[in-house]
């Protein structure tokens, strides 16, 4: 595995700084932004990011197909957040699903 971040502490650390950003709601904050905007546009923007990863993928474009992943699992994690679904539930799905 590439990186010196196996498994999901990468994305353990971004959720809880979207977790932050969500209590704080800095000024000119992307993420606080789009909280504010609701679950309905979040989820737009899963949507929107998801068909940006499809695309990606048909291009053979690896550095492109990681980087709107990357947006992709971003959005997700905002969207968790909205919804008040933390990300270690997500990860208890997955490891039952692994068994």
Known sequence: MEGEDPGGH???RLASTIARRAKERPEGSY???????????ISQKVGEEAVEVVVAAN???????????????YHLLVLLQARGVPLERVWSVLEERGK
């Open 10 to 12: 990468v994305l353990t």
């Open 31 to 41: 993420t606080a932004k789009l909280l504010q905007r609701g679950v309905a546009k």
């Open 59 to 73: 291009s053979e474009d690896d550095d492109h197909l990681a980087s709107e992943t990357a947006d992709l699992l």
